[in-house]
């Protein structure tokens, strides 16, 4: 007799399907037995890491045989600094993926709807899924949100709205003007969530004062990152804003130690490395410019991004992935996301870029 354990697993299990990572260059180095990869799947920094990170990483070794802060103190003190917030208004998280499971482990159940964009991060999905609770996907506008049709899908049974923004796979963003007149119309029952782990390359005109309206917006929470600009990617550190009231509920959900020490030194550190940070973003600028000339040169129709990767539509996006994969060049393909005729693109260097423009001529002639 056979154990059928997917009955014994809770309901929203059923069906659920793992998130897909970019591809490894380790995975591609087996599966085809080449060298030299270039990887520009992920939207992390191609600069590595920051210097004054690397050396609160090594002094932090010293007592990896102790647990480290739970409550990550000396880290949110640092970002409550530099938020212009109380300390006690922020969660910690093991990257922001982790921190939007807390929330909606807290808040999100079975019955509960989730308003997100059809082509919004895909975790949203898997969260409400994995929740027992309803998505209620809006159509795109232009590859970007539509507020309005948010709005209009807001019924008794909302309890989340869901906000990339920038937004990924899609590299839209969203005027602050825009958002404010969004926040001023949702119902103070339905939460909001702002995930802005791309903020950071925005221009300052583009930024919302996001942690300032949380004062008016009891219902608004605010996520972000350090596994982009700041180049901590696999060291797992987000947070999120929002009320006391809210981050008290977070915090009753969400486990001990889930940062580890060597995290919580490096994020600390790299909040004092304004030129690791100012370095990343122009490099970011100039190479973002140089790809967009190329794709306007051939002719590649591309969604304008605000973020650090670039999406183009190529057709046979399938085929033309699995051509790059075996020239060494690791791009995203995201038919999940609803763009089976898209590739997102990250920003690399200006030697993996070349790389990347080199490869696609040749496959595309």
Not at 102 to 119: K, N, P
Not at 192 to 202: I, S, T
Request: glycine residues 6%; aromatic residues 8%.
């Amino acid at each position: 007799m056979s154990l059928d354990l997917l009955s014994m697993a809770n309901p929203g299990v059923d069906g659920l399907m793992p998130y897909q990572p970019g591809k490894p260059t380790e995975e591609l180095e087996r599966e085809l037995g080449i060298s030299d990869i270039v990887k520009l799947a992920s939207n992390e920094n191609p600069l590595g890491l920051s210097p004054r990170a690397r050396q609160a990483i090594e002094a932090a070794t010293a007592e990896l045989c102790r647990y480290p802060d739970a409550n990550g103190y000396y880290l949110k003190q640092k970002l409550a600094q530099k938020l212009n917030c109380d300390s006690d208004q922020i969660t910690l998280g093991n990257g922001s993926n982790e921190v939007l499971e807390i929330l909606f482990r807290t808040f999100v159940g079975i019955g509960d709807e989730v308003i997100f964009d059809a082509h919004a991060f895909i975790v949203y999905q898997l969260l409400t899924q994995s929740c027992g609770a309803t998505a209620v996907k809006t159509a795109a506008k232009e590859w970007g949100h539509d507020l309005d049709a948010m709005l209009a899908a807001v019924t008794e049974r909302t309890k989340l709205i869901c906000i990339a923004n920038p937004n990924n796979p899609t590299g839209t963003f969203l005027a602050p003007r825009q958002l404010a007149e969004f926040m001023a119309r949702v119902p103070e029952r339905v939460l909001v969530v702002l995930d802005e782990a791309y903020y950071e390359y925005l221009k300052a005109d583009q930024r919302a004062d996001s942690i300032g309206w949380l004062t008016q917006y009891p219902n608004l929470m605010v996520s972000r990152t350090f596994s982009k600009a700041y180049g901590l990617a696999g060291l797992r550190v987000g947070y999120l804003v929002a009320s006391t009231d809210i981050t008290d509920l977070l915090n009753r959900v969400r486990e001990p130690f889930n940062n580890n020490s060597l995290a919580l030194a490096a994020a600390e550190a790299v909040l004092d490395d304004a030129d690791y940070l100012a370095e990343g973003i122009a490099l970011n600028e100039r190479e973002m410019a140089r790809l967009l000339a190329y794709f306007d040169q051939r002719g590649i129709r591309y969604i304008p991004s605000v973020a650090n990767f670039i999406t183009i539509e190529v057709g046979a996006a399938g085929e033309i992935y699995d051509a790059l994969l075996k020239k060494g060049v690791i791009v995203r393909p995201i038919a999940g996301y609803g763009m089976p005729s898209h590739l997102r693109v990250s920003i690399g260097l200006e030697s993996e870029n070349s790389r990347f423009m080199d490869a696609l001529d040749e496959i595309l002639a």
